[in-house]
């Protein structure tokens, strides 16, 4: 599975961008997640290597580059090392 691609609730869980999966369903159910420009409306959208995600982060917003489907939610190095800041 940590190839192909994951779930993009899951993916904020993993990435430690949410403190929890249902946070992270939250922020999408509330239309604040866009993935490559689009709007997510459901968090069961898959994210893969590639993909552009933003979200918002404070009092604005963050934009990411996926560069690898983490396998698991590790500690934040490991996280940070899976995407990069647009």
């Known amino acids: 599975m940590a190839g192909d691609g994951l779930r993009i609730d899951k993916l904020l869980w993993h990435l430690r961008l949410s403190k929890?999966?249902?946070?992270?369903?939250?922020?999408?159910?509330?239309g604040h997640v866009r993935?490559?420009?689009h709007r997510v409306e459901?968090?069961?959208i898959e994210v893969?290597?590639?993909d552009a995600?933003?979200?918002p982060r404070g009092d604005g917003a963050l934009a990411i580059r996926i560069l690898?489907?983490?396998?698991r939610?590790?500690?934040a190095s490991e996280a940070?090392?899976?995407?990069?800041?647009i």
């Open 20 to 30: 929890s999966r249902s946070l992270a369903q939250n922020l999408i159910a509330a």
């Open 48 to 50: 893969k290597v590639g």
């Open 73 to 75: 939610r590790g500690p």
């Open 53 to 55: 995600i933003t979200l």
């Open 80 to 85: 940070q090392a899976c995407y990069s800041e």
């Open 42 to 44: 459901k968090p069961s």
């Open 35 to 37: 993935l490559n420009g």
């Open 68 to 71: 690898s489907i983490p396998a």
